[in-house]
C-alpha cells in the first residue's frame, strides 16, 4: 500500500517568515492532495497536483510536486497566525485502488505573533 | 449550508450504548468514506461506499457497520460501543469520475465513550 510521509511533525515560526512542508511518497503519486485542518474541526481541501512538476497556488500557499510524482512540498510566503493548523497530504490510489485515498499524519503549524 | 454534514457534532456515551453517527452530503457524489482520527495515529478508514449498492470494509472496520440508505447518506454505526473507540470521525465524499479526485470531508463528530 501506498504510505505517505510528512516532515517536519511539528513546526513552530515567528510571523512574517516562510517555511515549507514535505511529503513524501514510498510509491509513484497518482494524485497528490493537501488539506488544512484547525485542531478539532473538519479537513479543507486546499489543492491538487497530479503532473510532474506541477505547481499551485492559493494565496501566500505554494505547492509543488517533483518531476518523479512521489514529493511534495507545501510553502507558505509570510506566514500569518490564521496559517496556523494541521496540514496534512493525501493521495489518491491507481486501478484497483481507485477511489482510495492515504493520508500523512500531519504537521501542526504554529505561528507566533 | 455545509457540502457535507455530520450530526451530531459531540456525542458523550457510555460503555455498550449503541450509537450512530449519520452523514449528508449535497455535493452530488457517488463515493462516501468514514474515518477516525485519533492524536498520532492519523486517519483511518473505517468503511467506505462507491455506490448506494456497494459497502467496502476500511482498515479498522471491526466494531463498525455502516449503511448507505441513499446516495446522499451514508450512516455509521457503533453497536456496542468501548472506550477505545473514542475518537474524532470524519464522513467524507469524493466524485466517481475518471482521474485523481479529492475527498471532500464533513467538520467531524468528536465521541467520547465512557
Known amino acids: 500500500s501506498q504510505e505517505l510521509e510528512q516532515s517536519p511533525q511539528s513546526l513552530i515560526v515567528q510571523e512574517g517568515k516562510n517555511l515549507t512542508i514535505n511529503c513524501t511518497s514510498s510509491?509513484?503519486?497518482?494524485?497528490l492532495y493537501w488539506y488544512k485542518q484547525k485542531y478539532g474541526e473538519g479537513l479543507i481541501f486546499l489543492m491538487m497536483?497530479?503532473?510532474?512538476?506541477e505547481e499551485k497556488s492559493h494565496e501566500k500557499i505554494t505547492a509543488k510536486l517533483d518531476e518523479k510524482k512521489q514529493q511534495s512540498s507545501l510553502h507558505i510566503t509570510a506566514s500569518q497566525p490564521s496559517h496556523a493548523g494541521i496540514y496534512l497530504c493525501?493521495?489518491?490510489?491507481?486501478?484497483?485502488?481507485?477511489?482510495?485515498?492515504?493520508f500523512g499524519d500531519g504537521t501542526t503549524l504554529t505561528v507566533k505573533p | 449550508d455545509a457540502d457535507v454534514t455530520q450530526t451530531p457534532r459531540n456525542r458523550i456515551t457510555k460503555t455498550g450504548k449503541r450509537i450512530m453517527l449519520e452523514c449528508s452530503q449535497t455535493?452530488?457524489?457517488?463515493?462516501m468514506y468514514w474515518y477516525r482520527q485519533d492524536p498520532g495515529l492519523g486517519l483511518r478508514l473505517i468503511y467506505y461506499?462507491?455506490?448506494?449498492?456497494?459497502?467496502n470494509k476500511g482498515e479498522i472496520s471491526d466494531g463498525y457497520s455502516v449503511s448507505r440508505q441513499a446516495q446522499a447518506k451514508f450512516s455509521l454505526s457503533l453497536e456496542s460501543a468501548i472506550p477505545n473507540q473514542t475518537a474524532l470521525y470524519f464522513c467524507?465524499?469524493?466524485?466517481?469520475?475518471?482521474?485523481?479526485?479529492?475527498?471532500?470531508f464533513g467538520d467531524g463528530t468528536r465521541l467520547s465513550i465512557l
Open positions: 493525501g493521495a489518491s490510489g491507481h486501478n484497483t485502488n481507485a477511489g482510495k485515498s492515504t
Open positions: 467524507a465524499t469524493s466524485d466517481a469520475k475518471a482521474g485523481a479526485q479529492p475527498q471532500h
Open positions: 461506499s462507491f455506490d448506494v449498492k456497494d459497502i
Open positions: 455535493k452530488g457524489h457517488d463515493r
Open positions: 510509491k509513484t503519486l497518482y494524485g
Open positions: 497536483l497530479q503532473k510532474g512538476g
